[in-house]
T-cell receptor, first 113, second 110 residues
């Protein structure tokens, strides 16, 4: 069992669909993150949650909606996406937001058609 | 925000060779990590090394925080070392933002 688990691993969705990505961490960490990795680009931070409160939103369009119901679970709700949103979405967690090591899940490879 | 530059962007080696990957950053950091991204996309933690030197098997890393760079050494490379190596930092003024470099694409040929 990995420390950070993401589901699904692959997702194909139409532009009018609504879907959700799920992330679960088994490390007892207090901070969780969503990152986006597009082809040929560095990883980009999308959202940061600390103790279930959103503490950072990196100018992400509203068609991406995060949810953190508890410190172990993080969701990314998707609706009305565009083809350019196709990317690898990575979840991460860390004990605190600044000074400790971050661990990543396997990622969800999203294709918007 | 803090800038992270990695070099070289691409590196091709024969199995058994040694290599050094470099990460330069533009500001003081609270956190520095090295990752290996495998072909399936997962980021594997290699080192958490905001300063000093660490070794793990054939890999070692050194961060000289005062000079704003970190080095990742790979010795006796194997084909399974292929993939992208990322350096990521949290700058002292970056809040909780882990900023990634563009990575080094390493290919190890048999």
């Amino acid at each position: 069992e990995t420390g950070v688990t993401q589901t699904p691993r692959h997702l194909v969705m139409g532009m009018t669909n609504k879907k959700s990505l799920k992330c679960e961490q088994h490390l007892g960490h207090n901070a969780m993150y969503w990152y986006k990795q597009s082809a040929k680009k560095p990883l980009e931070l999308m959202f940061v949650y600390s103790l279930e409160e959103r503490v950072e939103n990196n100018s992400v369009p509203s068609r991406f909606s995060p949810e953190c119901p508890n410190s172990s679970h993080l969701f990314l709700h998707l609706h009305t996406l565009q083809p350019e949103d196709s990317a690898l979405y990575l979840c991460a967690s860390s004990q605190d937001r600044v000074f400790t090591e971050a661990f990543f899940g396997q990622g969800t490879r999203l294709t918007v058609v | 925000g803090i800038q992270v530059e990695q070099s070289p962007p691409d590196l091709i080696l024969q199995e058994g060779a040694n290599s050094t990957l470099r990460c330069n950053f533009s500001d003081s950091v609270n956190n520095l990590q090295w990752f290996h991204q495998n072909p399936w996309g997962q980021l594997i933690n290699l080192f958490y090394i905001p300063s000093g030197t660490k070794q793990n098997g054939r890999l070692s890393a050194t961060t000289v925080a005062t000079e704003r760079y970190s080095l990742l050494y790979i010795s006796s490379s194997q084909t399974t070392d292929s993939g992208v190596y990322f350096c990521a930092v949290v700058g002292e003024t970056s809040g909780s933002r882990l900023t990634f470099g563009e990575g080094t694409q390493l290919t190890v040929n048999p």
